[in-house]
């Protein structure tokens, strides 16, 4: 029986999907670090995100901004389409009719429980149309080289 306040002590209480106990699965013995949903995660020592812009400045000069940006879009929205489709399975409909706040935790949640750092979401000029996306602690803007003048991760920009 539900209580009047919209309670039912029949239907179980979901936990943050992206809760880090939870949702990363990792295996010693084979080095494979995967989510719980199974797809295989990678873990990007600084060394490498610092050889990787290094090595594009290099190959591509002040293009390197722009194949960044350009990785960036094709990973956020392959992010995406995972991020949807975990959330859409955990809990049972489709993203579309989620709650916003459950949709901007889980966001947020996944962003951190990934390692990209903390993200937030400033809605002040939601009336002229623009939201303003801030990361702190982000591995891609620690590791692109000072000369890139911008306190920007390119590659974040692509993504978001």
């Not at 943050?16 to 949903?37: I, T, V, W």
Request: glycine share 8%.
């Amino acid at each position: 029986m539900a209580s009047s306040a919209g309670f039912d002590p029949y239907t179980p209480v979901l936990a943050n999907y992206y809760a880090p106990s939870l949702y990363l699965q990792s295996d010693l013995e084979s080095g494979l670090l995967e989510s719980r949903h199974g797809d295989r995660l990678l873990a990007l020592p600084e060394t490498l995100l610092r050889a990787i812009y290094t090595g594009l400045e290099y190959e591509t000069g002040q293009a390197a901004r722009l194949v960044l940006r350009n990785c960036g879009r094709m990973w956020g929205k392959e992010f995406f389409r995972r991020f949807a489709q975990e959330l859409s399975d955990y809990y049972q409909k489709p993203l579309a009719e989620l709650e916003m706040g459950l949709f901007l935790q889980s966001l947020k949640q996944a962003w951190k429980t990934h390692g990209w750092g903390l993200i937030d979401i400033d809605w002040s000029y939601k009336d002229q149309g623009v939201l303003v996306v801030s990361i702190r602690n982000s591995p891609f803007a620690a590791a692109t080289p000072p000369h890139f003048k911008r306190p920007m991760g390119f590659l974040e920009a692509g993504l978001l």
